[in-house]
């Protein structure tokens, strides 16, 4: 506040010159001759001869109010002193005459608030006039000097101070008396409570740095009075055309130069840095630096830097770093970084690197790198880097590496990375690497796939159901005598991981991978179809030789943890090597029942595989 005070004197002594140079508006000489005409129009007379204009205030001086008066070359001041008597004085600028009441016209209220109950003087206790719309604040021992309008009426001297109950005292107008309040303390029935740290304006790390301690107090202390008024203007909190109750007054429109400290808005507030507001937003807020408000924020917010509702927001924030609601928010929220909700969203967050929502969230996420959301999602998180779901999750996961969604999964994952539903995924997980459910009633799509139980589809390189199909199969064919071959997923779709290798005379190495499917026939006896590719080695590396092989298996059950099959085998071979090393198999592709030779390069033969299934 301090750094304020000093720029205010800084702006008054860069203009002091500038009034001066004025014209002499008061010492021209105009004529008149007026009978019962309105104020107002008999101002607009003086104005045009003077070549300036008039600024007063429309309550004091009504516009319609009939005058007489007559005058011939007379200076202006001697024509508004005709006019007003001695109840106003006037202050020239480069283009104004302002008119404004007299200090005689004022009197004051003095005296002591004290506790009822000890006799001690209140301190930091809020004396005001609640149709003048003026206030002080008591000093350390309780005294007040309260400044009132209107020397010929009596005046209502309300006291408010927080923990206190509201006491309202009348006193005579310019009558000399100690004026004595005593307030009693309310009464409250205290079962079990939770001492938390300050919320509120009042309690804002922000708003403290901007107000001082006394506009604080006064805050806390009128915390139920508000009047409505038509218009403000502040250069700070405090220097306002409504002095130090400015933070009770809700304003059709407000103008802060740098910044303001007001009731509400009901219709358009501007400030050149900062708008703190003790209630409701309605219309449009605009402020250079930050917006805040404690309470309902129904329009826009336009902030340079940061907007914050401490209730419910319904509308559009706009901010160039963040944007904070308290409670719901019902709109949309687009912060240069960072948005944060505290409780349920139905509309968008758009933020340059974060969303936060501590509440359900219907509507979009949108963010650069991160979304949160503690409760469920019904719509879309889109991140360049990671989306969280605490809740249920019923929409549309994007993510640059990851997505996690903590409850059931009904809808989309999709992540340059990693999936991850904790519980049920109705719906589909596409990643990069890797994908896991709890139980998949889904598709999976992924280098690696992982759930817990499964009655859908994993496609991926590795996919592994912990209560699915897992099986290592021991096994030879009419090209490897020894196999050796992983089966992990489900029996509706399972990969297959093979190796095989061909002892003895006439080597052959194979690895291989593919996917099968188990049909059961009865309780012991099944079909399974098997699809795989395998590379073929034979004893150089230059060359490539491929095996696209089909398996027809027939399987018997013996019991949980082992079964044999037996199967025919369809093989089509690509192979380009024609010089075989000594020791390795010369008759491939001439092996086999069916062999035929379909190019130079391309042949194909009938099979057979044999062997057994453990676990």
């Known amino acids: 506040m301090k750094s304020l005070h000093k720029l205010t004197l800084t702006i008054l002594f860069i203009t002091a010159p500038l009034l001066s140079m004025a014209q002499q508006f008061l010492n021209k000489q105009v004529s008149i001759n007026a009978n019962n005409k309105p104020v107002g129009e008999v101002l607009k007379t ?13 309550e004091l001086i009504k516009d319609d109010s009939l005058v007489s008066v007559s005058a011939n070359n007379k200076t202006v001041r001697q024509v508004l002193g005709m006019l007003f008597d001695k109840n106003f004085e006037y202050t020239e600028t480069k283009t104004h005459i302002i008119i404004q009441p007299s200090a005689a016209m004022y009197w004051y209220a003095t005296g002591y ?30 005294y007040f000097r309260l400044r009132l309008k209107d020397r010929n009426k009596a005046a209502t001297i309300s006291v408010s101070k927080s923990w206190y109950a509201d006491t309202a005292v009348v006193v005579s107008a310019s009558a000399k008396q100690d004026v004595k309040v005593g307030i009693k303390p309310k009464n409250f029935e205290l079962d079990t409570f939770v ?30 009075f508000f009047a409505n008024k038509p218009y403000q203007t502040s250069l700070i909190p405090g220097l306002s055309t409504h002095g130090s109750m400015s933070s009770q007054s809700v304003n059709k429109f407000s103008f802060n130069v ?14 050149g840095v900062f708008n703190i507001n003790k209630t409701d937003v309605r219309g449009a807020q605009i402020g250079g630096l930050f917006n805040m408000a404690d309470g309902k924020v129904s329009g826009l917010q336009i902030a340079g830097l940061y907007n914050h509702v401490m209730h419910a927001s319904e509308g559009w924030q706009f901010a160039g770093f963040a944007n904070l609601v308290n409670a719901e928010l019902t709109g949309m929220q687009i912060g240069g970084a960072y948005n944060h909700v505290w409780g349920n969203i139905t509309g968008v967050q758009i933020g340059g ?13 949108i963010s650069g790198a991160f979304n949160y959301a503690d409760s469920t999602i019904n719509g879309t998180q889109i991140a360049g880097f990671v989306n969280v779901a605490m809740g249920k999750t019923e929409g549309v996961q994007i993510a640059g590496s990851a997505n996690y969604a903590n409850d059931t999964l009904d809808g989309t994952q999709i992540a340059g990375f990693v999936n991850v539903a904790r519980k049920e995924m109705k719906g589909t997980q596409v990643s990069g ?22 009655s859908g589809v994993s496609i991926g390189f590795i996919n592994f159901v912990v209560k699915g199909y897992h099986k290592l199969t021991i096994s030879s064919n009419e090209l490897t005598n020894i196999n050796v071959s992983g089966k992990l997923g489900t029996r509706n779709m399972y990969t297959i991981v093979s190796f095989g290798i061909n002892a003895g005379s006439g080597m052959a190495i194979t690895a291989g991978y593919g996917l099968g499917r188990q049909f059961n026939i009865s309780k012991r006896f099944s079909i399974n179809p098997e699809a795989t590719i395998h590379q073929l080695y ?9 095996i696209f092989r089909f398996d ?36 491939i592709p001439n092996i086999g029942f069916g062999g035929t030779q379909h190019s130079k390069d391309w042949s194909s033969w009938v099979g057979w595989s044999v062997g057994v299934n453990i676990f």
């Open 258 to 271: 740098l910044g303001g400290y007001t009731g509400g808005v009901n219709g358009f507030e501007m400030a």
């Open 46 to 58: 003086i104005s045009r001869q003077g070549g300036f204009y008039f600024s007063y205030n429309s």
């Open 538 to 546: 034979l004893g150089d590396f230059d060359y490539t030789n491929g």
């Open 433 to 454: 690497f890797f994908n896991y459910a709890k139980h998949v009633k889904g598709v999976q799509v992924g280098v690696i796939n992982i759930a817990d139980t499964s």
């Open 353 to 365: 690197f974060a969303n936060l929502a501590k509440g359900a969230v219907e509507g979009a996420q």
């Open 552 to 587: 027809l298996g027939l399987n018997y059950k013996f019991n949980k943890y082992l079964s044999a099959f037996v199967a025919p085998s369809y093989n089509y071979c690509y192979k380009d090597q024609t010089d075989i090393p000594n020791g390795y198999r010369r008759d």
């Open 195 to 224: 001492v938390t740290k300050k919320t509120g304006l009042e309690g804002n790390w922000l708003s403290r740095m901007f107000l001082s301690s006394k506009q604080r107090m006064q805050g806390m202390n009128l915390g139920k």
């Open 113 to 142: 608030v004290k506790d009822e109950l000890t006799g001690e003087g209140i301190a930091y206790a809020s004396v005001y006039e609640k149709t003048q719309f003026v206030s002080t604040l008591t000093n350390e021992i309780g």
